[in-house]
């Protein structure tokens, strides 16, 4: 998208981009930011390669950090003769790596932890993307057997590969034994 704009602009353009920093949840294999589905996940290595070979030079640099995912803004101009070099992170290469070869680890033992925790079925509160992401990438549907979700507009659907029906509050508070 980045190199298909600059027709639209002028040379003297300034570019604000911003992007989410991924760094400290693939460092910490956390699986769940999966359900973001970025084409890339970037630290600022990342980030400045990619500006850097969309021809955009980069002025000023800003990371904000937040609870569970820092934001990283790039104020850029547009430099068609600027020199790509590309430079590396291995720091990233390794926590990617990491956080691909232990997913099987991750994900086995979370199978295993709650096959012997949720026999009789695990009740989950949350009808949301990210819980159906979660449960889908360890492929925990077969433990949940109720979801409980406030927003009328989720109440009597189904979710899941397994068709869990979602329901109100005030249906587990009359239904379900404790």
Same mark, same amino acid.
């Given at each position: ?78 430099? +068609? ?5 590309? !430079?590396?992170?291995?720091?990233? %290469? $390794?926590?990617?790596?990491?956080? @691909? =070869? &232990? ?49 009328? +507009? ?5 979710? !899941?590969?397994?068709?869990?029906? %979602? $329901?109100?509050?005030?249906?587990? @508070? =009359? &239904?379900?034994?404790?």
């Amino acid at each position: 998208l980045i190199k298909k704009i600059f027709d639209h602009f002028s040379n003297e353009s300034i570019f604000l981009i911003e992007v989410p920093c991924s760094e400290y949840q693939v460092k910490k294999l956390d699986y769940s930011m999966l359900w973001e589905e970025h084409v890339y996940y970037f630290n600022k290595v990342g980030f400045i390669n990619s500006l850097n070979n969309s021809k955009l030079k980069l002025i000023k640099f800003f990371k904000f950090k937040n609870l569970h995912e820092d934001i990283m803004c790039a104020v850029c101009v547009y430099d +068609k003769n600027l020199k790509i070099k590309n !430079l590396r992170s291995t720091k990233m %290469i $390794k926590y990617t790596s990491n956080y @691909k =070869n &232990n997913f099987l680890r991750i994900k086995n033992k979370l199978n295993n932890l709650f096959s012997k925790k949720f026999k009789e079925g695990l009740v989950c509160y949350g009808a949301s993307h990210m819980f159906n992401t979660f449960v889908n990438i360890f492929s925990l549907e077969k433990y949940i057997s109720l979801i409980i979700d406030d927003n009328p +507009k989720k109440n009597n659907k189904f979710m !899941l590969i397994n068709n869990v029906q %979602i $329901k109100n509050y005030e249906y587990l @508070k =009359n &239904n379900l034994k404790k």
